[in-house]
């Protein structure tokens, strides 16, 4: 079994005894290095965390830097989404953005290097031949045919490929290494394939490119890195690490391994993201539903709660999936303490209030936040007619909803206690029209003079004051626990969630929203966090998207499905 040391103490460990050393003359100095082919996720915000933490806890430097060597699979909107992604979280990498393609040269002069040493060949065979001839760690391999070709070959081939005078896939460069390794990697790995095609940053100027394993210890190297953190599947690329590094006599970084994050109901590979919004599934990379951080953003996420998040669940050796109400409950604890509530109403039924008179408004005072008394109050329109949750009102309530229903009297927030006295319904629907009531006006603020005493609050808009807004709810995206796991030749998609996405297309809320900031955060009152949508949101209109239900309920979904 993996050890798993407690939490986020394992590297520290090992970055405390390296200090003790006086290893790297006590600098530490890490990275993170995003290749640009999509949006940062959830996982890569636990990274960042970890480098950008590392570094302002032993006041060294944080590099970061992006691995662009797949000029097919990158482009420039994931170069600016990560840089914004990564300030928003709240951390600064100064004057240190570097390209792993600000470097080609000198990664061209390393593969030179090793090539003159007798390190490094090119080879003529294809991926499916360098496949079989490496083998499997119970087969035996063969060498390729062109492993002992001159220096000189070498050189003036491997020329003549920069030079592009080879088509794509016809020639490799190839580390001279141990094909009887039992690490397949370190089977005469490729360095450098022929790709012309136009980079994102070098435009056409290579028609070849280094392989991330070539090109990512170099990188680190270059940049005095001095603890080198990626996920545990590069645990098998450390040997290769090591030893283009050795070879090279440069800088040498310690590679440091951790388990990747994994989340409940969710997925955090880039692939299949990309195939969610290619295909989509979601309206983009930060549909509000998606785990990556410009999703969480719009959700009404702060960088605060992924930040709390990330330190929470630690770092270990040994992989697990964490479950997504952890991470709703670092927003929720945030939002319960500095959210303003509001009232809004999602599923509307009318109430009219018979022996209030007609015309006549007033204003309210409703708290602002009953967890900061600092928050204060506000003023809100009252009247006749109100609209309440139609889910408050049971014409034939069953034994413990205390709500309002015939002959019952309950409070309205802040405002005054209500009977109901009677229901209009519509005659060919039989669906509830208008509630009427009486209101006790000795109970205004929502407290009776005579003791007594009701069962239920509910919440409320004035019809009449009411602006209307539209409210998207959100559910998981996938329905099972793990959406890896699927029948028999089933798509992973076959795990979406149908009811991810509900629109409430014309919610009353109460008047003074119409000013909210985009992207501000509230309470509804008795329904959850919501956030005011910056993207969708218009003047004239405003969109809600829920952060987080009030309490935990995800959970019941599975269930309920
Ligand atoms: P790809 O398959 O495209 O390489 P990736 O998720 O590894 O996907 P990178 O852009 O290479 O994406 O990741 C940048 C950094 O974030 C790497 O150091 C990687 O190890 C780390 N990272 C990626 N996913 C996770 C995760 N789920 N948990 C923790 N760290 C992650
Ligand atoms: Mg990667």
Redesign the pocket.
């Known amino acids: 079994m993996e050890i798993s040391k407690p939490a986020g103490n394992f590297i520290r460990e090992i970055i405390d005894a390296d200090l003790a050393k006086g290893k790297n003359d006590g600098r530490v100095h890490t990275r993170?290095?995003?290749?640009p082919?999509g949006y940062l996720h959830i996982?890569?915000a636990?990274?960042i965390c970890l480098n950008f933490g590392l570094a302002r806890d032993y006041k060294g430097l944080c590099n970061l830097r992006f691995?662009d060597t797949n000029p097919e699979t990158e482009e420039v909107e994931y170069v600016n989404s990560i840089k914004e992604d990564v300030r928003w979280l709240g951390f600064d990498w100064q004057d240190r953005l570097y390209y792993a393609s600000d470097y080609f040269d000198k990664i061209y002069g390393y593969a030179i290097e090793l090539i003159k040493k007798g390190k490094a060949f090119v080879c003529d065979q294809t991926l499916e031949e360098m496949r079989k001839s490496r083998g499997t760690i119970t087969e035996t391999c063969t060498e390729s045919p062109y492993r002992n070709r001159s220096v000189e070959e070498n050189l003036d081939l491997f020329a003549r490929m920069k030079a592009g005078e080879f088509a794509d896939g016809s020639k490799v460069l190839r580390g001279k290494i141990d094909m009887t390794s039992p690490n397949l990697l370190m089977r005469d790995p490729v360095f450098y394939r022929i790709r012309k095609v136009a980079h994102h940053r070098t435009g056409g100027k290579w028609s070849i490119y280094p392989t991330y394993d070539f090109t990512h210890g170099i990188c680190d190297s270059l940049e005095g890195i001095t603890h080198s953190i990626?996920?545990l599947e590069f645990e098998v690329h450390r040997p290769l690490y090591d030893w283009i590094l050795d070879q090279l006599g440069v800088h040498h970084p310690q590679q440091i391994e951790f388990a990747?994050?994994n989340v409940s109901h969710t997925l955090?590979s880039?692939?299949k993201l990309l195939e969610l919004v290619e295909k989509k599934y979601v309206s983009g990379w930060d549909d509000p539903r998606m785990p990556t951080i410009s999703g969480f953003r719009r959700r009404g996420y702060s960088p605060e709660s992924i930040r709390k998040f990330c330190e929470q669940i630690g770092v270990a050796k040994a992989g697990s999936i964490i479950e997504l109400n952890v991470l709703e409950n670092s927003i929720r604890e945030e939002l319960n303490k500095t959210a303003p509530r509001a009232m809004a109403v999602l599923r509307p039924v009318k109430v009219i209030i018979d022996n209030y008179p007609e015309g006549k408004s007033e204003e309210v005072d409703v708290i602002n936040n009953p967890e900061d008394p600092s928050a204060g109050s506000r003023k809100v329109p009252f009247g006749r007619e109100l609209y309440i949750e139609e889910d408050d009102f049971r014409e034939d309530p069953p034994k413990q909803f205390f709500r309002l229903s015939p002959g019952r009297e309950v409070r309205l927030r802040c405002a005054y206690f209500i009977k109901c006295v009677g229901v209009i319904k519509d005659a060919s629907t039989g669906k509830i029209k208008e509630i009427h009531c009486t209101y006790d006006p000795n109970t205004r603020g929502g407290d009776s003079s005579d003791g007594r005493k009701v069962k239920a609050t509910l919440h409320w808009v004035s019809c009449r004051h009411a602006i209307l807004a539209e409210v998207r709810l959100y559910d998981t995206l996938f329905t099972k626990r793990d959406p890896n796991e699927t029948a028999q030749g089933q798509e992973f998609t076959a795990n979406l969630n149908p009811k991810s996405l509900e629109i409430l297309a014309a919610c009353p809320v109460e008047p003074g929203l119409k000013d909210a900031r985009p992207g501000s955060r509230f309470q509804f009152e008795r329904l959850g966090y919501f956030a005011l949508d910056p993207k969708d949101s218009a003047a004239g209109k405003l969109v809600f998207v829920r952060t987080v239900t009030l309490r935990d309920t995800w959970a019941k979904i599975e269930k309920k499905l």
């Open positions: 993170f290095p995003p290749e082919n996982g890569h636990k990274s691995d990626c996920t990747r994050l955090l880039k692939r």
